[in-house]
């Protein structure tokens, strides 16, 4: 008689960061019902092989109508405006979700959203490890690629420093009178020096100084991704596990 061990459960494999992109503004009437899908995102991780990695990208479009969103970027603006070289100059608005770079659709299309982020967790992706220190009034933060992928095109390296559980009371413009809660807040951006190759390298590296003592440490994360030049597809992406102190 041959002796079975008892059947193993085979581990699950391992989620795909997925990188989720809302260009939204506190101007903007249409943007809130976005911005709490982008936090539903965050917090259920509803999307089956991916893990949903969110940027709260505050645009400047409607600094002049009324209410200045106080975490508007201009580099927010910025990289909207590039995505228009892929998705076309009629498609650039508020609310837009960005998955993966590959991907636009209305932000608060939640059926939309979710079937982008399974179909850019289904394509190859290299991997990242990502690490961050406070060294008190900057953050430094480096990231290495752990698993290579054939990008065929030159790859850039940006990293960001997002706030989540942001709330803001909103005195004028089209949301006036609303109290509006944010996560995964854009507060900095910072593209690397010089092309990240599709096979691992050395690491990439940025240094956000002049940390405001308002931005809530315990609520700061880093990410860093890595994005096609031609196609601005992300490649790889990963959050640093914590900010070390």
Same mark, same amino acid.
């Given at each position: 008689?041959?002796?079975?061990?008892?059947?193993?459960?085979?581990?699950?494999?391992?989620?795909?960061?997925?990188?989720?992109?809302?260009?939204?503004?506190?101007?903007?009437?249409?943007?809130?019902?976005?911005?709490?899908?982008?936090?539903?995102?965050?917090?259920?991780?509803?999307?089956?092989?991916?893990?949903?990695?969110?940027?709260?990208?505050?645009?400047?479009?409607?600094?002049?109508?009324?209410?200045?969103?106080?975490?508007?970027?201009?580099?927010?603006?910025?990289?909207?405006?590039?995505?228009?070289?892929?998705?076309?100059?009629?498609?650039?608005?508020?609310?837009?979700?960005?998955?993966?770079?590959?991907?636009?659709? $209305?932000?608060?299309?939640?059926?939309?959203?979710? &079937?982008? /982020?399974?179909? #850019? %967790?289904?394509? =190859?992706?290299?991997?990242?490890?990502?690490?961050?220190?406070?060294?008190?009034?900057?953050?430094?933060?480096?990231?290495?690629?752990?698993?290579?992928?054939?990008?065929?095109?030159?790859?850039?390296?940006?990293?960001?420093?997002?706030?989540?559980?942001?709330?803001?009371?909103?005195?004028?413009?089209?949301?006036?009178?609303?109290?509006?809660?944010?996560?995964?807040?854009?507060?900095?951006?910072?593209?690397?020096?010089?092309?990240?190759?599709?096979?691992?390298?050395?690491?990439?590296?940025?240094?956000?100084?002049?940390?405001?003592?308002?931005?809530?440490?315990?609520?700061?994360?880093? $990410?860093?991704?890595?994005?096609?030049?031609?196609? &601005?597809? /992300?490649?790889? #992406? %990963?959050?640093? =596990?914590?900010?070390?102190?």
């Amino acid at each position: 008689m041959t002796l079975l061990a008892s059947a193993q459960p085979l581990p699950a494999p391992a989620r795909v960061p997925v990188v989720v992109e809302l260009f939204t503004s506190e101007g903007c009437s249409s943007c809130p019902p976005a911005d709490a899908l982008l936090s539903k995102l965050l917090s259920d991780q509803p999307v089956a092989g991916a893990q949903i990695v969110p940027l709260g990208l505050h645009v400047t479009y409607w600094d002049q109508q009324g209410w200045k969103d106080p975490a508007s970027l201009e580099d927010a603006t910025r990289r909207q405006q590039d995505y228009s070289r892929v998705f076309g100059p009629d498609r650039v608005y508020t609310p837009q979700a960005v998955v993966d770079g590959g991907a636009e659709t $209305v932000g608060s299309d939640e059926n939309a959203v979710r &079937r982008a /982020i399974a179909k #850019a %967790a289904a394509l =190859p992706h290299a991997q990242l490890s990502v690490t961050a220190t406070d060294t008190g009034g900057r953050i430094v933060a480096s990231a290495v690629v752990t698993k290579p992928v054939i990008a065929n095109e030159r790859l850039h390296g940006t990293f960001f420093i997002t706030e989540d559980a942001i709330t803001s009371v909103v005195k004028r413009g089209e949301n006036g009178g609303r109290t509006l809660r944010h996560d995964a807040v854009v507060r900095r951006m910072s593209i690397t020096t010089g092309d990240q190759p599709a096979a691992s390298g050395p690491p990439m590296a940025a240094v956000f100084s002049g940390i405001p003592a308002e931005w809530r440490r315990d609520r700061l994360h880093v $990410v860093a991704i890595l994005q096609g030049e031609k196609t &601005r597809r /992300i490649w790889a #992406a %990963a959050m640093a =596990p914590e900010i070390r102190h």
